[in-house]
């Protein structure tokens, strides 16, 4: 009998350690899952910032050189402009502003 009473307490801790470990994961998971969404937010801002810095940046070199419409080199790289706006196209001059 003494043998059963400290299985049967085994028993009813290792129910209770799993039960505490469903429900921490439980609510881990939702949470991690947030997390996920916010960084891929996070980065998308980032992104977004960086293309209008990388704009007006090249702005401001078409500016200074007085190109309206035309083309201004930064960096060895060649930017295409159409009304005083950088040519937005992937396969153009607008790739150079994504580096």
């Known amino acids: 009998m003494v043998g059963e009473d400290n299985f049967r307490l085994y ?6 350690v ?3 470990l469903g ?3 439980a609510v881990a998971i939702p949470r991690y899952s947030k997390l996920q969404s916010d960084a891929v937010a ?3 801002q980032g992104v977004y910032a960086t293309m209008i810095s990388s704009i007006a940046l090249a702005k401001s070199h078409a500016q200074i050189q007085g190109v309206v419409t035309g083309t201004v080199t930064i960096d060895g790289d060649t930017i295409q402009f159409y009304g005083s706006n950088p040519r937005a196209d992937w396969s153009g001059s607008f790739v150079h502003l994504m580096r």
């Open 18 to 20: 799993i039960v505490i």
């Open 42 to 44: 996070a980065k998308m």
């Open 11 to 16: 028993f009813i801790e290792l129910v209770v």
């Open 23 to 25: 429900v921490l994961v």
